[in-house]
């Protein structure tokens, strides 16, 4: 029975391509001829929240496999810069770190030859401290976007004045939260020969792609492990994240086909 019209089911032929949303409505409408108009408008509706769900999650994926070529593709990241905290004139420390320009040099042609765009927003965290709250959001060509936030305090012991210490602040918390969300790993000069990084485990950035699909497609997390031969997710190696991506879509498509 139809479940909107109480009438008998007609079976029809499921092609491999995908309608749009408009031939599903003119379908729907020429069903529904002797329903009611609210009755159609109802029914429209639903067609249209249906679209929309089975497009977010096809972005999604489609992102997940950009972000994963990504991966594949972007090199380890040079610690160019060594900073010099001070305070009255005595060294507290100093560390290496990753300029933001040096990251954007490097990420940025992969970002683009992927159609995947970056944008910063920052927000104070709360009125009782200058703690501020930045956020990298990356957003695909096919309308999906993933977010990661770093929130950080101005340091007041260094001998800065107040502007510097705020463009310090700033500079340290969008290179971070760029970081978390590209899942980048930076090392030392001499580090950087050129080679491919050895197979390892997922960063974060990669993990939180793959626990988003496995959501999405509704897998069963047990088979999922077994057909990917670990016991969690955390121990999947970077060269089989393709093997998981692949299998989650693959789930995704027959999903939709039913």
């Given at each position: 029975?139809?479940a909107f019209?109480?009438?008998?089911?007609?079976a029809?032929?499921?092609?491999d391509?995908?309608p749009?949303?408009s031939?599903?409505?003119q379908l729907?409408?020429?069903?529904?001829g002797g329903?009611?108009?609210a009755?159609v408008v109802?029914?429209?509706g639903?067609l249209?929240?249906?679209?929309e769900?089975v497009?977010a999650?096809?972005?999604?994926?489609?992102?997940?496999?950009a972000m994963a070529?990504?991966?594949?593709k972007c090199p380890?990241i040079?610690?160019?810069?060594?900073a010099?905290v001070?305070?009255?004139?005595?060294?507290l420390?100093s560390?290496?770190y990753?300029?933001l320009?040096?990251?954007i040099?490097?990420?940025?042609?992969i970002?683009?030859?992927?159609?995947?765009?970056?944008s910063?927003?920052?927000h104070?965290v709360?009125?009782?401290n200058?703690?501020?709250?930045y956020t990298?959001?990356?957003r695909?060509a096919?309308?999906h976007?993933?977010?990661?936030s770093?929130?950080?305090?101005?340091?007041t012991?260094?001998?800065?004045s107040g502007?510097?210490r705020?463009g310090?602040a700033?500079?340290?918390?969008?290179?971070?939260?760029?970081?978390q969300?590209?899942?980048?790993t930076?090392?030392?000069p001499?580090?950087t020969?050129?080679?491919?990084?050895p197979?390892?485990?997922?960063?974060k950035g990669?993990?939180?792609?793959?626990?988003?699909l496995l959501t999405?497609v509704?897998?069963?997390?047990?088979?999922f492990?077994?057909?990917?031969?670990?016991e969690?997710?955390?121990?999947?190696?970077?060269?089989?994240?393709?093997?998981?991506?692949?299998?989650?879509e693959e789930?995704?498509?027959r999903?939709?086909?039913?």
């Amino acid at each position: 029975m139809n479940a909107f019209t109480g009438q008998a089911a007609t079976a029809v032929m499921v092609r491999d391509e995908e309608p749009s949303i408009s031939s599903l409505m003119q379908l729907t409408i020429s069903k529904l001829g002797g329903e009611s108009a609210a009755g159609v408008v109802e029914v429209m509706g639903k067609l249209v929240e249906l679209h929309e769900r089975v497009e977010a999650r096809r972005a999604a994926g489609e992102f997940a496999v950009a972000m994963a070529e990504f991966q594949d593709k972007c090199p380890l990241i040079p610690k160019n810069r060594t900073a010099t905290v001070t305070k009255a004139g005595v060294k507290l420390y100093s560390y290496q770190y990753a300029e933001l320009p040096e990251i954007i040099k490097i990420v940025r042609p992969i970002l683009r030859e992927l159609t995947i765009s970056y944008s910063w927003d920052s927000h104070r965290v709360s009125d009782k401290n200058d703690d501020m709250e930045y956020t990298c959001t990356l957003r695909h060509a096919n309308g999906h976007s993933f977010s990661s936030s770093f929130t950080s305090g101005v340091d007041t012991k260094a001998d800065l004045s107040g502007s510097q210490r705020s463009g310090s602040a700033l500079s340290y918390g969008m290179r971070q939260s760029m970081i978390q969300v590209l899942g980048l790993t930076a090392c030392a000069p001499d580090d950087t020969d050129g080679a491919p990084a050895p197979p390892d485990q997922l960063n974060k950035g990669q993990l939180a792609n793959l626990e988003s699909l496995l959501t999405e497609v509704g897998a069963d997390r047990l088979r999922f492990l077994k057909f990917m031969a670990v016991e969690k997710v955390e121990d999947i190696l970077q060269s089989d994240l393709r093997k998981a991506i692949s299998m989650l879509e693959e789930k995704r498509r027959r999903k939709e086909a039913q």
